[in-house]
């Protein structure tokens, strides 16, 4: 579950990807894929949540993680890097580290 509350941690990855609406879910059953088989076991993970646009260009991967530390080791394991590899030869993408500045709700 999204941990969303002001505050440096958790980190929050917003990744965009534009890729061919052809290809768009292709991307996003590999995102899926790569967060139940790989991300979600790894230490540090909190939680993703994939979204994709009406238009079919792009995919947008809005991830947590415990905090930067967990993140940056994520990207140092072979078996995460074999998941980003395959996005990567789908799509385009914009990773974007966050924290949340603010919430509001009704």
């Known amino acids: ?3 969303i509350h002001q505050g440096s941690e958790p980190l929050t990855l917003i990744n965009v990807f534009t890729v061919e609406p052809a290809r ?4 996003v059953a590999l995102l899926e894929r ?3 088989e790989t991300m979600c076991r790894l230490d540090g993970f909190v ?17 947590q ?6 993140f940056e080791a994520m990207q140092q394991r072979p ?12 799509a ?9 500045s603010s919430t ?3």
């Open 104 to 106: 509001s709700d009704r």
């Open 24 to 27: 768009q879910r292709e991307l």
């Open 65 to 70: 993680w415990r905090n930067h530390a967990a």
């Open 92 to 100: 385009s993408f914009d990773p974007i580290l966050c924290e949340v």
């Open 34 to 36: 790569a967060t139940h």
């Open 79 to 90: 078996e995460a890097q074999v998941h980003m590899k395959a996005a990567a030869a789908l």
């Open 47 to 63: 939680s993703a949540s994939i979204h994709r646009s009406l238009d079919g260009k792009r995919v947008i991967n809005y991830a």
């Open 1 to 3: 579950m999204p941990e």
